[in-house]
């Protein structure tokens, strides 16, 4: 019996993969059987319903002052590393005036945590940036935080929704240690929907392949049993990866642009481009909204907001 046909018993039985059996599945060179454990995986919780949410993004150090033509977003996020609490505030109150209904995340856990200084200094800027129209958190780098499950309790007190752990940088040394790291800080916590499980910032150096990202969805969704959805990002990995993924373990797909430059005609839309590419991976699209909601009862209203 081979090392992968043992995962796949231990997977069979619902047992919790172990440390060894991450190496055994990152090791094998057959990523058609990791895919197809994957997958199976992925199909039990949640058949093919496979999400997605688009995103308009603004500047932290250059807030949008108008929404830009043919936008539809389900999410306003706030990028950009903010200076001080000031501008995070700042930046809130500017996006959550344009966003209306949809909800308006922001920010890494880590940049509030360096801002606060203390875990009850975090909590107050909880508090003022809920107040000020941030609904969640934009990310939990679980790679970055010394004391991740402290900085998660802190911001939720404060009234934040944390709900997406993500991964800034990886080398190959430490692919299962951050999988693991994602699992552990679920069972401190709980409450996370997703896990992002590829690198935000890629290293020109040691740059990532895409037989590689593809195990590393296969190998977060087989041991993340706890965790509902494991993401990719559409604009970051492009949509021939995300398409992959989504055979592989991924079932929820971040990043796709909310604002349609008309260039192209509306068969080659976000919105279209997207779930066709859900559709042609024999899947069903749902688009959901910043908070892992249905997005249907928001798009009316931001349309209205945009003309």
Same mark, same amino acid.
């Given at each position: 019996?081979?090392?992968?046909?043992a !995962?796949?018993?231990? #997977?069979?039985?619902?047992?919790?993969?172990?440390?060894?059996?991450?190496?055994?599945?990152?090791?094998?060179?057959? !990523?058609?059987?990791?895919?197809?454990? *994957?997958?199976?995986?992925?199909?039990?919780?949640h058949?093919?319903?496979?999400?997605?949410?688009?995103?308009?993004e603004?500047?932290v150090?250059?807030?949008?002052? +108008?929404?830009?033509?043919?936008?539809?977003? $389900?999410?306003?996020?706030?990028?950009?590393?903010?200076g001080?609490?000031?501008? *995070? &505030?700042?930046?809130?109150?500017?996006?959550?005036?344009?966003?209306g209904?949809?909800?308006?995340?922001g920010?890494?856990?880590?940049?509030?945590?360096?801002?606060?200084?203390?875990?009850?200094?975090?909590?107050? /800027?909880?508090?003022?940036?809920?107040?000020? $129209?941030?609904?969640?958190v934009?990310? !939990?780098?679980?790679?970055?935080?010394?004391?991740?499950a402290a900085?998660v309790?802190?911001?939720?007190? $404060?009234?934040?929704?944390? #709900?997406?752990?993500?991964?800034?940088?990886?080398?190959?040394?430490?692919?299962?240690?951050?999988?693991? *790291?994602?699992?552990?800080?679920?069972?401190?916590?709980?409450? @996370?929907?997703?896990?992002?499980? #590829?690198?935000?910032?890629?290293?020109?150096e040691?740059? =990532?392949?895409?037989?590689?990202?593809? %195990?590393?969805?296969?190998?977060a969704? #087989?041991?993340?049993r706890?965790?509902?959805?494991?993401?990719?990002?559409?604009?970051l990995?492009?949509? %021939?990866?995300?398409?992959?993924?989504?055979?592989? $373990?991924?079932?929820?797909v971040d990043g796709?642009?909310? !604002?349609?430059?008309?260039? &192209?005609?509306?068969?080659?839309?976000?919105?279209?481009?997207?779930?066709?590419?859900?559709?042609?991976?024999? /899947?069903?699209a749902?688009?959901?909204d910043?908070? @892992?909601?249905?997005?249907?009862?928001?798009?009316?209203?931001?349309?209205? =907001? +945009?003309r």
């Amino acid at each position: 019996m081979s090392a992968l046909d043992a !995962v796949a018993g231990r #997977l069979a039985r619902g047992e919790t993969l172990s440390p060894e059996d991450a190496q055994a599945i990152l090791a094998t060179h057959d !990523v058609v059987a990791v895919g197809m454990l *994957a997958d199976e995986a992925r199909r039990q919780r949640h058949g093919a319903r496979t999400t997605f949410v688009r995103v308009f993004e603004t500047h932290v150090e250059a807030p949008a002052a +108008s929404l830009p033509a043919r936008l539809s977003a $389900g999410e306003f996020r706030i990028v950009g590393t903010p200076g001080n609490a000031a501008a *995070a &505030l700042a930046a809130a109150r500017a996006a959550a005036a344009l966003a209306g209904p949809v909800p308006v995340t922001g920010y890494s856990l880590t940049d509030l945590a360096r801002l606060a200084g203390s875990y009850p200094l975090l909590t107050e /800027l909880a508090e003022q940036l809920r107040a000020a $129209g941030l609904r969640a958190v934009a990310g !939990v780098p679980v790679d970055e935080l010394p004391e991740p499950a402290a900085a998660v309790d802190a911001v939720r007190r $404060g009234g934040l929704a944390v #709900l997406r752990m993500t991964v800034q940088a990886m080398t190959d040394d430490r692919r299962t240690a951050i999988v693991l *790291a994602a699992r552990d800080l679920q069972d401190a916590v709980g409450g @996370f929907r997703a896990f992002a499980p #590829l690198p935000r910032t890629i290293s020109p150096e040691l740059p =990532t392949t895409g037989y590689d990202d593809v %195990k590393q969805v296969a190998l977060a969704r #087989l041991l993340l049993r706890t965790i509902d959805s494991i993401q990719v990002d559409w604009d970051l990995y492009g949509p %021939k990866l995300a398409q992959v993924a989504l055979t592989m $373990g991924a079932d929820d797909v971040d990043g796709v642009a909310a !604002v349609d430059p008309g260039a &192209l005609g509306t068969r080659r839309s976000p919105i279209e481009e997207i779930t066709g590419n859900i559709r042609a991976a024999a /899947l069903d699209a749902v688009e959901r909204d910043g908070l @892992f909601e249905p997005r249907a009862q928001v798009t009316d209203s931001l349309r209205a =907001t +945009s003309r």
